[in-house]
């Protein structure tokens, strides 16, 4: 999820990173790899209490990250239609999911 902040500030900064000479993997492989990327850092997170849950037996409270799915399908939205500085609010946004994401997945560890 953290790899998620760094993907859209990479994403937002691609055409001064080029003209700095910054290689980025934005500025390497391009926007749509960027948005793809995006994309399967937040699937692969949805991806992890399945693991837990089939392979090492966790209860079903490993699922209460997914109570962040409209908010991952906002993020997802906001990848593909903003640009330039509109993508600083994906960036907040990426982050605050983050920390949702975060304390959902421990509690569902926890509990």
Same mark, same amino acid.
């Given at each position: ?21 910054? @290689? ?17 850092? /937040? ?27 409209? /908010? ?8 593909? @239609? ?30």
């Amino acid at each position: 999820m953290i790899t998620n902040i760094l993907i859209v500030n990479n994403y937002r900064d691609i055409e001064e990173d080029k003209e700095a000479g910054k @290689n980025t993997l934005a500025v390497i492989l391009g926007r749509e790899f960027s948005r793809y990327e995006y994309i399967f850092f /937040l699937l692969l997170s949805f991806f992890v209490p399945f693991i837990l849950y089939f392979e090492f037996n966790f209860d079903e409270t490993i699922f209460l990250p997914y109570l962040t799915l409209p /908010l991952a399908i906002l993020l997802v939205k906001m990848i593909f @239609n903003y640009q330039g500085q509109q993508l600083n609010k994906t960036l907040e946004v990426s982050a605050k999911y983050s920390a949702l994401y975060g304390l959902l997945f421990s509690a569902g560890m926890i509990i």
